[in-house]
C-alpha cells in the first residue's frame, strides 16, 4: 500500500517535472522494492537518458542487475559510477559486492 502511495506521487511530480531525473530515479527504487524489475530498469534508464552521469541511477541500476544475477551487466554501470566518483561509499559498497557476486573476492577486497 505504501508503495503505491509513492508510485502516484511519484507519477504527479513526473507529470509536472517531466525532466526531473532524480523523480525518475525515486520511482525506479520503488519500483525496485516491489521486486518489479522491468518497470525500476525503465524509471532508471529514464533518469539516464535525463542525466547520463547520475551516480545514483548508475548505481541503482547495477544494484537491480545484481538482483537479478545479472553481474556484467551490473559491472558495466558502477565501474562508470566508480570513474566518475572515486569515494563514494555507496558505489564502492556495491562495486564489492558485484566482484564478490562474480567470484572476484580478492577484487573486492583490494578496493
Given amino acids: 500500500m505504501q508503495h503505491d502511495k509513492a508510485i502516484e506521487h511519484f507519477k504527479r511530480i513526473l ?3 517531466p525532466d526531473s531525473a532524480e523523480s525518475f530515479i525515486n ?5 525496485l522494492a516491489c521486486d ?8 532508471l534508464a ?4 535525463l542525466d ?7 548505481n541503482n541500476l547495477a ?4 538482483r537479478q544475477g545479472k553481474y556484467a551487466q551490473a559491472e558495466q554501470y558502477i565501474t562508470k559510477a566508480r570513474g566518475l566518483s572515486q569515494e563514494n561509499v555507496a558505489v564502492l ?8 557476486f562474480q567470484g572476484d573476492m580478492p577484487g573486492a577486497i583490494t578496493l
Wanted: without cysteine; aromatic residues 10%.
Fill in 46 to 49: 529514464q533518469a539516464l537518458e
Fill in 27 to 31: 520511482l525506479g527504487n520503488v519500483y
Fill in 93 to 100: 559498497s556495491n562495486l564489492a559486492s558485484t566482484r564478490v
Fill in 36 to 43: 518489479d524489475f522491468a518497470a525500476s530498469e525503465h524509471f
Fill in 15 to 17: 507529470a509536472l517535472r
Fill in 52 to 58: 547520463p552521469d547520475s551516480i545514483q541511477a548508475l
Fill in 63 to 66: 544494484m537491480l542487475y545484481n
